[in-house]
């Protein structure tokens, strides 16, 4: 019998900010099809947590707690995989966070917060996962997690559109430099979705209504519907797609 395209056996990949959220349904998508897992969090016992739970349903998991906004930290943590021979041939750009506030009322030092973290975190992670995997000559797979707000703006979330905007754009770099060597870049661009995260918009029922009235899906996305994107992008199956942004938004961004 043949292998399945999307079999990730013999693969490992880490996903940033992997603890909690949408990272972890990453995390076990990905050990689901077959793939060990790096995975990883700045609070180290939320990430012990995690990783002890994902060993208990079968999961070949390594622990790898940093902050992906530290050059030196991500280094580090790069430098203890290859002393423990771990080779990463999936990456999944994950981590992030949110700071709603109007553009007038924006500190600096939060815009910043909010960029280092969704934006240049990013690119560290990716250099030193690339860099290794160009030297190893065996190609490699690199998701970075954008968002609806890769292309639609809202009020009050300025840098995190910025920074997501700016991860589509961080792809297609990426994919210029590259793809010669093997390596596909992907945004993948979720809309609403249901997570600890937006519980409080969940729960505010006008948001609710105008969620569903504008996602001709007329639902929530739930985190089940942005793994499959996540297993496909990190498979053989999709091997010639690179520099591409795939929406996971139930079409509101198709239309009006």
Request: with cysteine.
């Amino acid at each position: 019998m043949s292998k399945s395209p999307f079999d990730l056996t013999g693969r490992c990949a880490l996903v940033t900010g992997s603890a909690s959220g949408l990272g972890l349904s990453y995390a076990k998508a990905l050990a689901a099809a077959g793939a060990a897992i790096v995975m990883n969090d700045i609070d180290p016992e939320r990430l012990a947590k995690s990783a002890v739970a994902m060993r208990a349903d079968g999961c070949t998991v390594y622990e790898a707690a940093f902050n992906v906004a530290d050059e030196a930290a991500v280094k580090a943590a790069f430098a203890k995989l290859d002393a423990d021979n771990v080779a990463v041939h999936i990456l999944v750009n994950n981590a992030g966070i949110q700071f709603r506030k109007s553009l007038l009322e924006l500190e600096a030092r939060d815009w910043q917060r909010v960029m280092d973290i969704n934006l240049t975190a990013a690119f560290l992670v990716a250099k030193e996962a690339a860099g290794r995997m160009v030297a190893r000559g065996e190609g490699g797979k690199i998701i970075n997690i954008g968002s609806l707000t890769s292309e639609l703006a809202r009020a009050t979330t300025g840098p995190y559109t910025t920074a997501k905007g700016g991860i589509k754009m961080l792809s297609r770099a990426m994919t210029a430099e590259w793809a010669e060597h093997g390596i596909s870049v992907n945004t993948v661009g979720p809309g609403y979705i249901l997570t600890e995260m937006n519980k409080a918009l969940i729960e505010n029922q006008d948001f609710d209504a105008w969620v569903k009235a504008r996602t001709p899906a007329r639902r929530w996305g739930t985190p089940e519907d942005v793994a499959g994107t996540i297993v496909f992008l990190a498979s053989p199956a999709s091997d010639f797609v690179t520099g591409q942004m795939i929406f996971v938004d139930g079409g509101i961004a198709s239309v009006l």
